[in-house]
């Protein structure tokens, strides 16, 4: 069974850091591709990161170029989102999802995506 849980999530001043993980059970990580994607309500949801299948390949959306990193360990079966130079619009749920077999920018397609997991609050406030 496929499971996904994100942790690393909490309260930072703005110009600070977190490193988010998504730790995957019940298939193997190095044949899906992961997404972070993050929502605040009453918005959709909104692509943030991924990596490619079979690949470290990685994708960002703009408003996060240069500042967040992913990269995956498939021996510990983790991705981790390193966040940095924090801002107080990067304040929601930020959640991973992975797909079987699924290559290149499409990763950033929120829709691609069959696996969720519950979500981590991250709240950038001074």
């Known amino acids: 069974q496929v499971q996904l849980v994100e942790s690393g999530g909490g309260l930072v001043q703005p110009g600070g850091s977190l490193r988010l993980s998504c730790a995957a059970s019940?298939?193997?990580?190095?044949?899906?591709?992961i997404g972070w994607f993050r929502q605040v309500p009453g918005k959709e949801r909104e692509e943030v990161s991924c990596i490619s299948s079979r690949s470290s390949s990685s994708y960002y959306a703009d408003s996060v170029k240069g500042r967040f990193t992913i990269s995956r360990d498939n021996a510990k079966n983790t991705v981790y989102l390193q966040m940095n130079s924090l801002k107080p619009e990067d304040t929601a749920i930020y959640y991973c999802?992975?797909?079987?077999?699924?290559?290149?920018?499409?990763?950033?397609?929120?829709?691609?995506?069959?696996?969720w997991g519950r979500g981590t609050q991250v709240t950038v406030s001074s």
């Open positions: 999802a992975a797909q079987f077999a699924l290559y290149g920018s499409s990763c950033l397609v929120r829709g691609n995506y069959a696996y």
């Open positions: 019940g298939f193997a990580l190095d044949y899906y591709a």
